[in-house]
């Protein structure tokens, strides 16, 4: 059931700070993963690119067809992947590193946090 409707991740580090803190818990969701309906603005979990026993947890800057907005050398995001950045530009390893991200490594859209509960509060698909 998880594999299909989502579940809770507990996000590590402060690439996504200030909108997500280490050790936040967010719920995500798979419907738009499985309906490749990944927008622009949304924030997902995915398997890193470079460490597939690792996930991470970056918000969608670009998808296909978009000019990339740094300074790597493509001219588009190719068919079937996503640009990823953290919030927190400075401290984050990204698409700026590793490029662009295969669809089939995202794993979840982030819904809402959850805890600390003093925090929690809804994710909507907002550029950065």
Known sequence: VVEFCGGLVICSGSSMEPTIQNNDIILTEQVSVHLHNIRRGDIIVAKC???????????????????????FSMRKIPRG??????????NSTDSRVYGPVPLGLVRGRAVCRVWPYHRATFFGAETS
């Open 81 to 90: 992947h996503v640009w990823l950045e953290g919030d927190n530009k400075g």
């Open 49 to 71: 690119p470079t460490n597939p026993r690792q996930y991470i947890c970056k918000r969608v800057v670009a998808v296909y067809g978009d000019d990339p907005v740094s300074i």
